[in-house]
């Protein structure tokens, strides 16, 4: 895999990991750190449904377990790990604590990839000292290019979480942040991708309303998604000064942008992220009773 774009060390650790719950989220981030030269043989996953578990040992050549068949799957993932990813529904994240809690050693450092759910609530749902580590990260980890942001638990050393950092920073670009920002980071970082899919979709029914053919209007459409987050790459790349070098004085971009500035699409989108991050918060509140 190309190198990402990213300014943290990256894990040359044999760290053991699990991922349990092992779905689209858990399952980016395995295969981020698969991408980026960890063994699989250092990975154990779990999901629910034994096709799923076997489609995914035959995809990565990590081990993967099924909860329908062995309901100690978590327990026995979490036994052997170092550090141990936990990617349910927020949901179902203090229940997993309390399962794998007595399976953990003292040393071994839990990772949620959950929204919503604080340190506090895992903290509580673990045995007293654990290590945590929260993380918002999102799935374009998956090729290498994903954004995260962590925080770490109130047990949880520098060497913990720099150890964390230097897993997801083989994929992604890392940030730690103080946990009172992780709902933003989701509503920006989190959530952002299916912004820019969302984008893409509408781009090609735009295309389609002009009269292209569907197939078409979808590829020119993804291909320039792509291609426009491909330029952002580039060292000192600035949107701002991108965007200003597509559109000529007097053209047709230019039209384009008015309209949207005319309809407030900057404040459409600024709207959107606050929805998410309150939702964040509801969910907290929920999970918290
Ligand atoms: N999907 C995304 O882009 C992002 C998701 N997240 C967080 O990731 C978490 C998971 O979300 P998704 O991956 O979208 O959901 P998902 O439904 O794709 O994945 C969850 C997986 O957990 C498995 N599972 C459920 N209960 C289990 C248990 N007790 N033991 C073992 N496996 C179990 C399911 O079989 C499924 O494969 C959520 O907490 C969400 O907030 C965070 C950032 C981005
Ligand atoms: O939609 C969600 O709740 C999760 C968190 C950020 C992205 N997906």
Redesign the pocket.
Known sequence: MEKPHTDYPVDTSPHRLAF?????????ILRGILGSGVEPSRITA????TE?ARDLAADTGVVALA?SVDAD??IDAAMGADIVFL????V??Q??CR?IAGALRPGTVVVS?????TIDMIERSLAPGQPVVRS????PLTVGRGAVGLSGGTHATDAQVDAVAALFAGSGLVRVVPEAQLDAV?AVS??G??YAFYLAEAMARAGEELGLEPTLARDLARATVAGAGRMLEEPGAEPSALRRAVTSPNGTTERAIATFDAEGVPDIIARAARAAADRAAEISRELAG
């Open positions: 349990l719950g092992a779905g689209s989220m858990n399952g980016a779990t999901v629910r449904g799923k909860t799957a978590n990617g349910v529904k927020p179902g994240i229940e997993l399962e990839v959950a929204a919503a759910v918002m990260p999102n799935t989701s989190g959530s991708p299916a």
